[in-house]
């Protein structure tokens, strides 16, 4: 088990030891395709992140700090490093443009929000993890294992939140910060929707965000039963869809919209929306589904992570409430379990049965957070996981890669 919690250079050193390889073949790779691709030399690259490495410095400095820390453990240059972590996306090296949606009020079967996103993206081995810097909220998320920012999260305060492609950029801006970092700012500092949209706001205004070629649809739901989608350009920011009662998302793909509105949903609902045809890209490297608690959010809300093909792997447990990550949720290898090529009749047993496995814990956790407390409870919770973790490592120990 991996305990991403305490201060950002205690993170960022377990993060580089665990991802070290990883890191590195990322970062090479990103130097590869600027000096081939661009013309551009490691001395440019510095020099051109500068401006982004400005902007952290005031809004969240401890990125810096995890950031060195990461690079040291990694044995890279971290000036390199902060220049791959801010430029990787710039040019949005998506295949497509991702999907993401959320139900609330009356289109959820037990009145919890639900959210989920499908990232569509270069199939770089990807990481599902809670992380807790001290003084900030801690957050579930996934993304690339050599990365620091926020695909997709759900933070203690129930908030879920994404970033897709939206439409061509009008007007590109290349100097503030991608997306994947508006979205960790947000995962440690908003508590709802409206102050995840205030925080855009302010970051468009200063103009801190940046799109590249490709404006921004934002989603967000959080414990008070909201779902929002907002669209972010480099000099516009506007709420495209706000609800109470009913389903959000970003962009029509064939079978969705009449999915969602068919009947109220449950987490099983929301992870066959991710497998439809007209959902599952081609690209589709990773996908997260989540249950905010609204009552508890910080200890029973749970996420589940499908790393790799949505329709071709399995979604694996793990809740805010958890004191530690399976490292192997960490370090790629859940990510590994797609290219074993589960059998989809064997990955729909195991997910129904852990659901029912995974309800048990969390009335067992309930009952011990009202009886001996909360930390009686997170040792609960830490174990869906765990288990989780072992029986898949059980099943695939045996399995070649194809």
């Known amino acids: 088990m991996v305990n991403l919690t305490g201060s950002p250079t205690e993170i960022g050193r377990l993060w580089g030891e665990i ?11 990103f130097l590869r395709i600027a000096r081939d691709e661009h013309g551009l030399t490691e001395i440019v690259l510095v020099e051109r992140s500068q401006p982004q490495a400005r902007i952290i410095e005031l809004l969240a400095p401890h990125w810096q700090e995890e950031s060195l820390a990461i ?21 949005l090296l998506f295949a497509e443009d991702c999907t993401s949606y959320a139900a609330v009020g009356s289109a959820s079967a037990d009145g919890r929000p639900l959210f989920h996103k499908n990232r569509d993206n270069p199939a770089r081995p990807q990481t599902f993890y809670r992380k807790h810097t001290n003084g900030l909220l801690p957050y579930l998320s996934v993304g690339d294992t050599s990365d620091t920012g926020c695909m997709m999260m759900v933070n203690a305060a129930g908030l879920a939140g994404s970033a897709d492609v939206a439409q061509p950029e009008p007007d590109p801006y290349y100097h503030g910060l991608m ?10 500092t908003a508590t709802t929707c409206e102050e995840a949209v205030e925080i855009l706001r302010t970051m468009t205004g200063r103009g801190w965000y940046a799109g590249g070629s490709w404006a921004t649809n934002w989603t967000f739901a959080d414990a008070t039963g909201r779902a929002m989608v907002v669209f972010n350009a480099h000099k516009k920011l506007a709420i495209v869809a706000d609800t109470r009662s009913g389903h959000v998302q970003t962009a029509e793909r064939e079978g969705l ?10 987490l099983a609902d929301l992870n066959a929306a991710s497998r439809l045809p007209g959902v599952c890209a081609a690209s589709n490297c990773s996908s997260l589904t989540v249950v905010i608690d609204p009552d508890h959010p910080e200890t029973f809300t749970c996420a589940w992570a499908a790393l790799g093909k949505a329709d071709e792997t399995l979604y694996a447990p793990l809740y805010l409430g958890a004191e530690a990550t399976p490292r192997d949720y960490v370090d790629g290898t859940l990510f590994g379990y797609w290219h074993k090529r589960p059998q989809p009749e064997w990955v729909g047993e195991w997910e129904t049965a852990r659901e029912v496995l995974v309800r048990q814990s969390e009335q067992t956790a309930r009952v011990s957070l009202k009886a001996s407390g909360e930390q009686s409870a997170r040792a609960t919770l830490t174990q869906v996981g765990k288990s989780a973790a072992e029986d898949l490592a059980r099943h695939f120990g045996g399995l070649s890669s194809s």
Not at 19 to 29: K, M
């Open 19 to 29: 991802n070290r390889s990883d890191i590195l073949a990322h970062l090479q790779e």
């Open 71 to 91: 690079a040291s453990a990694a044995g890279v240059p971290h000036d390199l490093y902060q220049a791959c972590l801010v430029g990787k996306y710039r040019k």
């Open 179 to 188: 997306n994947p970092y508006g979205l960790r700012h947000i995962a440690e």
């Open 257 to 266: 919209r009449d999915f969602l509105a068919s009947k109220p949903l449950a």
